[in-house]
């Protein structure tokens, strides 16, 4: 699905809406060349001084890299970097550039803001290698003396030669448009190399060729009216290889290069484009290439009229081919021979050669072959102008390049050639009656030139008569190097014209003068020149940037009487910077950013820098600023994510400190956190993690520039960082029981949850149990103490010793509170002992099994009766039994301790008995025996043997046998019971009847016992 945008223009202003009462900088580098001229001049200076010793780096980018030459003007009608008319009174400029298949677009502050394709399908590929020019489509005059009017600029492409299957040569227009806010083609220019395919074939068969658009202005109905008529975009047009057909029906102009105009309108105009055709009766045909280079423009003062000088290189295509004009002087042109040309761009759009015919060049020159023809239009001004020799006048310059190397061969002197605008030669090849004042400047053998234009002596106090007056105006400033070619012997060379008989003196040597056309001054250096400003706006003279592999420098002037200048020092380097081992491959002078001051914008293989006076303040913090509300207390181990906006993106790096305060004022040297912090982003983030050292202080973070550090910089409220801290209530603790519940109470600050541990050796901790923390840093761990391995039951050691110790953590940082002691003692052990109600020495000692929470253990059960200090093994018990029956012994004197111990040694109860001393028959009771009452017979044993008991009556005759031979150990008391019954339970009848205790060892007793029902 094709899409449409609707296409608002405005006598081509792009929809052009003030946004502000300013308007962008003035100062750009429109042109391939910088200026129309294509003298590489700027001639806007910076509008306040700039100290060229604090010219950094702005910003940096990778987005615009290679061997390509951006150019900088308003494309995009954005707002000021900074609303501040002060030190910001002009919008910023746009930078273009043409990457691969890509148009990048960045404004002033380094921010990408368009990546358009330039590809639009297998047929219409638009085969764009650059943007030949900003054109200004509201014009009827280039800028001049007249007020820059912020207009914005649309963008010419060249395209490269390619033949199309509809016999067109194509490039497009593009733009900034408002509605859509966004960059589009929006004007396709082609011309028709087959008009009628029938009738008349104008090219066959020569259906490539490339289109560069050149210039553009406001066009009126006719030369006599000022009544709109749209606008004209003017372009050159080149067939590099054209083919010669001899049966052709076009003879005259077998091929088109030259120069043509596309007459436009203004209308709304939708996508996909239709095709804009030029006029064809007014194309300029001419027999050399013309687009090898931008061509020169000027304004012609005394009407709305502009002439154009076309670059000339010879290219050879048939013997003694000539080339028809179709404009109505038909004017003959040869591809190999080299020429002057020079056009009239008239109000109403047409080309006309009228007073400008091509004129052929330097046939003068002896042993020359091939010269490769650049011309400028230069204003000067002519001290011998009899007429008017304060303002300047225009000037043709014409300069003569041989590579020397290249086929069909190039070589011969390299020369500069002065005309006037009329194209009057000021200069004679044989000239002997006047010192040779009027000869030309010829130079060393094959080279090219980069020239330019600028006032480089300055005000007019600077001079040194008679050698040396002040030259008004501007100078000529050339190199024997350029972009493309490098010489050995290169030289900075300035030249002026003084047209005056009375010639100037040179110091040396003596008697003898400058010509009319002379160099001020010769100077030996490394590479080319880039361009031409004033840049630090404080003297009054232009300073010339070159550019020498990675490294740019800005040369001044001399003061003529200074003893440099007269010692031959002609230049000063004022201003170096090297990229690295970066290629420097363009380099210009404008005002990216709009703040009046004059950048350098310098591209390399690996990206674009702006080189300037860093800007103020465009780096803001966008939280834990003063007066808003932020998080003030943070914690050892917290990350504090620090966040700012770049005003200007690709700052290369940040600084990021911390200034420690104390009752909010600085103290001590800030901290240096980051140096040099990767800040090439819109927004940029900074994760710092607080450290152990800034615990309990306070202070600022500081974001500064590190290329400006001082003036570029912003700063966050103030910060409290504390350490983990903790309180507890554990001096409430006292001793402690295996199994029993407790709890500690405490405050923290600086982590979000603590943990219990408790150790035997202060080095193996074991973990117990966890809180979180609430809001207010409360917390509360409640825990049941473990059982443990660290009582004996043979023991009188009743408590031990455990440390603890609580760590709390914080992300993930950790932290401990101090070593505290435990006093730990086995688990209580309810026991029940059923109360002694009669004679029987066995007691019975009862439990609950819910009180223990290891009811399916033992206990082992021990006796001491030495007050605990040893204990004697007795017999272990099941605890799910519940219950024990213990038989005191009869042997040991009171007090007895009987001891229950779990087998875990978690749970110890001791229990201390008294009064328990029995004799061998000591007590029968109840006596007399009423059944079914139970007669209980204490009795005790001195010595490990077999007892039995028997019953018998007055008559010693049986009754009853209770126990017999059963074992019983010495020492302790025994109980047997008898219910008053036969062996068949018949109760016996009253009366008296004995009990007999008969021990094995032979020890017989026998007391009495009475029935009595």
């Known amino acids: 699905m094709k899409k449409f945008f609707l296409l608002c223009i405005t006598l081509f202003t792009l929809c052009y809406f003030a946004i502000n009462a300013q308007i962008a900088s003035p100062s750009n580098w429109r042109y391939p060349d910088g200026n129309m001229q294509a003298t590489k001049y700027n001639k806007y200076r910076s509008e306040r001084p700039q100290l060229l010793d604090s010219l950094k780096i702005k910003w940096f980018s990778e987005a615009i890299r290679g061997d390509i030459q951006p150019l900088i003007g308003n494309i995009v009608q954005n707002s000021p970097i900074i609303q501040n008319s002060d030190y910001f009174p002009y919008q910023p400029n746009e930078i273009a550039a043409v990457m691969g298949d890509t148009l990048i677009i960045m404004d002033g502050a380094g921010k990408i803001l368009v990546k358009f394709p330039l590809v639009t399908g297998a047929d219409m590929t638009n085969d764009i290698i650059g943007i030949s020019a900003l054109l200004d489509t509201n014009a009827n005059h280039e800028d001049g003396e007249y007020e820059y009017s912020g207009r914005s600029l649309i963008l010419g492409f060249e395209s490269i030669e390619a033949q199309r299957s509809d016999s067109l040569a194509v490039t497009y227009i593009g733009g900034w448009v408002s509605d859509a806010n966004n960059f589009s083609y929006i004007r396709k220019l082609a011309l028709n190399l087959q008009r009628d395919s029938i009738k008349f074939r104008d090219y066959l068969p020569n259906f490539s060729a490339s289109l560069k658009p050149i210039y553009a202005r406001k066009r009126y109905v006719d030369e006599y009216s000022s009544e709109d008529g749209g606008y004209t975009i003017y372009a050159t047009a080149n067939m590099s290889q054209p083919k010669i057909d001899p049966y052709g029906y076009n003879t005259e102009r077998p091929y088109f290069r030259g120069l043509t105009a596309f007459h436009l309108h203004s209308s709304n105009i939708?996508?996909?484009?239709?095709?804009?055709?030029?006029?064809?009766?007014?194309?300029?045909?001419?027999?050399?290439?013309?687009?090898?280079?931008?061509?020169?423009?000027?304004?012609?003062?005394?009407?709305?009229?502009?002439?154009?000088?076309?670059?000339?290189?010879?290219?050879?295509?048939?013997?003694?081919?000539?080339?028809v004009n179709s404009t109505a002087d038909a004017t003959v042109t040869e591809p190999d021979n080299s020429y002057l040309f020079r056009f009239t761009m008239m109000k109403d759009g047409v080309l006309s050669d009228e007073y400008n015919s091509p004129f052929q060049l330097f046939e003068e020159i002896e042993n020359a072959s091939r010269p490769r023809i650049r011309s400028y239009f230069v204003d000067l001004i002519n001290p011998g102008d009899e007429y008017d020799n304060y303002n300047p006048r225009t000037y043709i310059l014409a300069t003569t390049e041989y590579a020397g190397t290249i086929s069909p061969t190039s070589k011969g002197k390299s020369g500069l050639f002065l005309f006037d605008q009329d194209g009057t030669q000021l200069y004679d090849f044989y000239d002997s009656d006047s010192n040779q004042a009027k000869l030309p400047y010829l130079n060393d053998s094959n080279h090219y030139w980069s020239v330019a234009v600028g006032n480089l002596d300055g005000p007019s106090w600077n001079e040194w008569r008679p050698y040396f007056p002040n030259n008004p105006g501007n100078e000529i400033i050339v190199s024997e190097s350029s972009r493309d070619f490098a010489y050995a012997g290169n030289r900075i060379m300035v030249f002026r014209y003084n047209s005056s008989e009375l010639l100037q003196p040179k110091p040396s040597p003596p008697q003898t003068a400058l010509r009319n056309f002379d160099t001020l001054c010769t100077f030996p250096i490394q590479g080319w020149i880039a361009a031409v400003n004033d840049i630090d706006g404080t003297d009054g003279k232009d300073e010339v940037l070159l550019v020498s592999g990675s490294t740019i420098y800005l040369l001044r002037m001399n003061d003529y009487a200074s003893v440099k200048f007269r010692n031959g020092q002609y230049f000063d380097t004022i201003y170096k910077h090297q990229y690295g081992h970066q290629t420097i491959t363009s380099a210009a002078i404008a005002d990216i950013d709009g703040d009046g001051l004059n950048d350098i914008i310098v591209t390399t293989n690996e990206g674009i820098y702006i080189m300037g006076t860093p800007l103020e303040r465009t780096i803001t913090l966008t939280d834990f600023k003063v007066g808003t509300n932020y998080q003030t207390d943070w914690c050892f181990g917290d990350t504090v994510k620090i966040k700012w906006y770049n005003i200007i993106q690709g700052h290369s790096a940040v600084?990021?400190?911390?200034?420690?305060?104390?009752?909010?004022?600085?103290?001590?040297?800030?901290?240096?956190?980051?140096?040099?912090?990767?800040?090439?982003?819109?927004?940029?983030?900074?994760?710092?993690?607080?450290?152990?050292?800034?615990?309990?202080?306070?202070?600022?973070?500081?974001?500064?520039?590190?290329?400006?550090?001082?003036?570029?910089?912003?700063?966050?409220?103030?910060?409290?960082?504390h350490r983990p801290e903790i309180t507890t209530d554990l001096d409430l603790l006292n001793t402690l029981y295996i199994g029993s519940e407790f709890t500690i109470n405490g405050t923290v600050t600086c982590s979000d949850n603590v943990k219990l541990y408790y150790s035997f050796d202060t080095t193996n901790w074991v973990y117990i149990a966890e809180a979180f923390i609430d809001s207010l840093g409360q917390f509360s761990i409640t825990a049941n103490v473990p059982c443990l391995p660290i009582f004996d039951c043979n023991e009188n050691k009743m408590d031990t010793t455990a440390y603890g110790r609580i760590t709390f953590t914080n992300n993930a940082s950790m932290d401990s509170s101090t070593v505290f002691l435990l006093t730990l003692r086995p688990a209580n052990f309810p026991l029940t002992i059923s109360p002694c109600e009669n004679a029987c020495a066995s007691r019975t000692i009862e439990w609950e099994i819910a009180d223990t929470t290891i009811a399916g253990g033992l206990f082992n059960v021990l006796m001491s009766t030495d007050t605990g200090k040893t204990f004697r093994y007795l017999n272990t018990v099941p605890i799910s039994l519940g219950r024990y029956i213990w038989d005191v012994p009869t042997t040991v004197t009171t007090p007895i301790i009987l001891r229950f111990c779990g087998e875990q040694y978690c749970f110890q109860s001791d229990t201390m008995l008294w009064n328990y001393a029995p004799k061998y028959l000591q007590t029968v009771a109840p006596n007399p025996l009423k059944i079914p009452e139970i007669a209980e017979i204490i009795y005790n044993v001195p010595e490990d043997c077999e007892v039995t008991i028997r019953i018998i009556d007055q008559s010693n005759r049986y009754v009853k046998e209770i126990i017999k031979n059963q074992p019983r150990t010495g020492g302790f008391a025994y109980c047997e019971r008898w219910d008053g019954r036969l062996d068949d339970l018949t109760p016996c009848s009253n009366g008296m009847y004995y009990i007999m205790l008969d021990f094995s060892n032979g020890v017989k007793e026998v007391y009495p016992i009475y029935i009595r029902n």
Not at 292 to 311: E, G, K, M, V, Y
Not at 664 to 682: C, R, V
Not at 690 to 714: E, M, Y
């Open 655 to 721: 600084n990021i400190l911390f200034q420690e305060t104390y009752s909010g004022q600085p103290i001590n040297e800030p901290i240096i956190l980051e140096s040099n912090y990767s800040n090439t982003t819109d927004t940029t983030t900074y994760n710092f993690i607080v450290p152990f050292a800034l615990a309990n202080k306070a202070g600022r973070f500081i974001v500064q520039s590190s290329t400006n550090p001082i003036k570029n910089a912003d700063t966050t409220g103030l910060f409290y960082f």
């Open 270 to 323: 939708s996508f996909p484009l239709p095709a804009e055709g030029d006029t064809y009766e007014y194309r300029i045909h001419l027999g050399p290439q013309v687009s090898f280079a931008q061509p020169s423009i000027t304004q012609i003062q005394w009407d709305t009229a502009n002439r154009i000088l076309l670059p000339c290189m010879p290219s050879p295509v048939a013997d003694n081919l000539s080339i």
